[in-house]
């Protein structure tokens, strides 16, 4: 499997931005970012696949997030618009294998990274 490290969290104020990196050792089919609140589940933020043709959002992200990838660098993106401190959360990139899914769970990725931190003041 393809080794991930993600980059770019940091604190921020609400309204602001922060782009996310996550970089893969090789090629993948598919790569999704996921975060995760203290006390709370995972949660899908986005998913993108290698040609770029596929990409779905959360509701809660739409409009602000964009995901996107250059496949020169493996490399997947998440840039964060008008943030919010409800977006404040340790922020998982994760890649899967083709499935015919739409990719919007956790159970259909099958690599994980450690995590970025993402804080978000009032």
């Known amino acids: 499997q393809a080794q991930l490290e993600e980059s770019g969290g940091g604190l921020v104020q609400a309204g602001g931005s922060l782009r996310l990196s996550c970089v893969a050792s090789?090629?993948?089919?598919?790569t999704g970012w996921f975060r995760q609140a203290p006390g709370k589940e995972r949660e899908f933020v986005a998913t993108?696949?290698?040609?770029?043709?596929?990409?779905y959002y959360a509701d809660s992200v739409k409009g602000r997030f964009i995901i996107s990838r250059d496949n020169a660098k493996n490399t997947v993106y998440l840039q964060m618009n008008s943030l919010k401190p409800e977006d404040t959360a340790v922020y998982h990139c994760?890649?899967?294998?083709?499935?015919?899914?739409?990719?919007?769970?956790?159970?259909?990725?099958?690599?994980w990274g450690q995590g970025t931190q993402v804080t978000v003041s009032s």
């Open positions: 994760a890649t899967r294998p083709w499935s015919g899914l739409q990719g919007l769970t956790a159970a259909e990725y099958d690599n």
């Open positions: 993108i696949i290698w040609s770029g043709e596929s990409i």
């Open positions: 090789r090629r993948t089919y598919a």
